[in-house]
């Protein structure tokens, strides 16, 4: 059975990549069409994935799990089958006076989709249960949250046959559209060996300097982060290979485990294929995926600037060396894969920013250009080797690719599903409304302590939430009461970016943390503190795009001169923190706090002379403790 159910999961695989492919082509039928029938696909792959992995339900019996998923499927065939048949008449014909029939089909959407998140996402599961029994029973919440209530029946609708919001709504709309034509990308990238390549040339680059290894693990994470855009993705996949390097070169556990979780989370910063949020973000605002691509790239760097700052400042902390370590030849066919990367990189920078072409159309070209190219690569080496392999070893990378492609694109379509769950009750029970109020509430008192209210909530959010419900929540919230007192929407947006990216780190559910620290066999809450020290320039930024709005506002040499300041305040804080000046406990902290205060008025001070002239004692503290280092033979 479980070879029958792989066999199952392939050929649907292929169907679902077929039909996305031909929605990419050609657009017939349009995105809420388009998600009515892949939607119930995408669970029967969740749930055939499950079977075959054995953990659909570990604690039921076999026989007991292949009676629920046979259930389910058909619970999704009646779905897909009836919707689909009946989509014309429920979005126009009984649009607001649904059919009993309507409302129990689209119902088993949902509860299907609630189980889902119940098993990978308990945290939004729960979230999702409270909102629903507030949005029924809000006449029980007492002050300013209170409401009359609605009605169970106008629950379902909203989450189901409305459209608008619900199982079917924008959301997973986007996840099978934009986002799954970039997955595209990525997924012939994994499936052929570019992403390994990566890893192997970030190798190649620790054998160069005795403080290079921790250097690869951030680099080796930043070529992976262009085209992954998930931390703990990020984590999984260069983890494995350079947290095992660097406690053998001598760095501890916990700060190898830190080093690369500071790292692999800014793959929902790098560019030009962002976290989620990026993509929302776009939708939001109503604006091009490449009007944030251009905007994202001055963010991303100054953050990987303070990473390589402060595992600069460590591994000289700790010497680390490199011997004993095992470094994977680089061979022809990685430079191959590197100029394969490259070529992806440029290519969609090149549709998206000087052709203007669609993000979706630009995604499939580059797929199409790449996958032609990988292809015949994969034969040739193949071919070529001695003695030449079988067909079956001609079709794995192939194999890879649809795998990839569908289990990612799957979860990610019911991740997405799930927080459109969320949205619409968060907007039918008017709670945007009432903490905008109270955001406003605090901009009477100072814009400071309305930026700091809506960092607590979106941290608050971020406690138990992915980075895209937190994105969400927070930019549903904070966007209209910050947008009334006269902030830029693309300094708002920015912000509760860089909150929800935030939240992938926010104590105690920091999976990424959770990832590295596995992997390093180091405590979670040490490897959680230390990466917080490395991240800190996430709250520069939050700051940062405050005090200097062009970071963000329209590319372009102001934005370019506010990237240099923050990148200068950036080094001066990981100086601050890593760096040590005296063995006097005293005057080293002492120190550190001045130099810390001068890199504040570089980031936050309004006015960009003094902020400009606040460079040069910066430099001059950070020079003096190069030469001190350099007399020392570091």
């Known amino acids: 059975m479980q070879s029958l159910t792989g066999v199952l999961f392939s050929l649907l695989a292929l169907f679902f990549f077929v039909y996305l492919f031909r929605y990419y082509l050609t657009g017939v039928g349009g995105p809420t069409y388009l998600a009515v029938i892949l939607v119930p696909v995408a669970f029967i792959l969740f749930t055939l994935d499950s079977l075959r992995k054995n953990d659909f339900y ?3 019996r076999s026989t007991t799990n292949y009676f629920i998923a046979g259930g389910y499927i058909a619970l999704c065939i009646v779905s897909l089958l009836y919707i689909g048949i009946e989509f014309e008449e429920i979005g126009t014909v009984r649009a607001g006076v649904w059919s009993p029939t309507d409302l129990v089909v689209g119902g088993l959407m949902v509860g299907l989709v609630m189980e889902y998140t119940r098993k990978r996402h308990f945290p939004l599961f729960i979230l999702n249960i409270l909102l629903i029994f507030y949005a029924v029973y809000g006449w029980m919440v007492p002050g300013l949250f209170g409401h009359p209530g609605v009605f169970w029946e106008r629950i379902l609708s909203s989450m189901s046959v409305e459209m608008a919001t619900g199982v079917f709504s924008r959301l997973p709309q986007l996840a099978l559209t934009v986002i799954g034509s970039f997955i595209l990308v990525l997924s012939v990238l994994r499936a052929f060996g570019c992403v390994d390549s990566i890893i192997n040339s970030a190798s190649r680059l620790a054998n160069k300097s005795a403080h290079a290894l921790p250097q690869a693990a951030v680099l080796g994470s930043m070529g992976v982060a262009a085209v992954s855009g998930s931390g703990a993705a990020n984590a999984i996949t260069t983890g494995s290979a350079t947290i095992p390097a660097m406690i053998a070169s001598g760095l ?13 989370l800014g793959g929902q910063l790098m560019p030009p294929v962002m976290g989620i949020s990026a993509f929302l973000m776009a939708d939001f605002l109503g604006t091009s995926y490449f009007d944030v691509v251009a905007r994202g790239y001055a963010p991303a760097l100054i953050y990987y600037v303070g990473v390589i700052v402060g595992v600069y400042l460590i591994s000289v902390r700790y010497q680390t060396g490199i011997a004993g370590i095992s470094i994977v030849p680089t061979g022809i066919w990685d430079k191959i894969n590197l100029l394969v990367y490259v070529g992806v990189i440029g290519g969609l920078i090149f549709l998206m920013g000087i052709y203007f072409v669609p993000p979706m159309l630009a995604a499939l070209r580059v797929f199409v250009a790449i996958g032609i190219t990988v292809s015949v690569i994969s034969i040739v080496k193949i071919l070529w080797s001695r003695p030449p392999r079988d067909l079956r070893s001609l079709a794995a990378p192939f194999l890879r690719f649809i795998d990839h492609f569908a289990t990612m694109t799957s979860e990610l379509t019911l991740l997405l599903t799930s927080l459109s769950i ?7 029970t008017g709670v945007t409304t009432k903490v905008g109020f109270l955001l406003m509430e605090a901009a009477g008192v100072h814009l400071a302590a309305m930026i700091l209210v809506a960092f607590f909530f979106g941290a608050l959010v971020g406690t138990g939430l992915p980075p895209a419900p937190t994105y969400i929540l927070t930019a549903l919230v904070i966007a209209p ?16 970016f860089f909150v929800a990216v935030w939240g992938e780190l926010t104590p105690p559910t920091s999976v990424v943390a959770a990832v590295t620290a596995k992997i390093a066999d180091a405590p979670f809450m040490g490897t959680l503190f230390r990466a917080i020290q490395l991240c800190s320039v996430l709250f520069l930024l939050m700051g940062g795009v405050f005090a200097r709005p062009e970071l963000v506002m329209n590319p372009g040499m102001a934005q370019l001169g506010a990237m240099g300041l923050l990148m200068v305040g950036t080094v001066g804080i990981q100086f601050s923190i890593q760096a ?14 001045v130099l810390a205060g001068f890199s504040l008025i570089v980031v936050l001070h309004p006015s960009t002379r003094l902020a400009t002239l606040a460079i040069v004692p910066i430099g001059m503290f950070v020079g003096y403790w190069l030469l001190k280092k350099r007399k020392k033979g570091f």
């Open 422 to 428: 969320m949205t619409g009750v968060v907007v039918i």
């Open 252 to 264: 501890p556990r916990v700060n190898a485990a830190a080093i690369e979780t500071a790292s692999s």
């Open 481 to 496: 009461p910050m947008i009334k007192v006269g902030i830029d929407p693309w300094v708002i947006h920015f912000f509760a």
């Open 580 to 593: 040590k000046y005296s063995d006097k406990r005293g005057r080293d902290v002492v120190i550190r706090i």
């Open 58 to 60: 570990p604690k039921l």
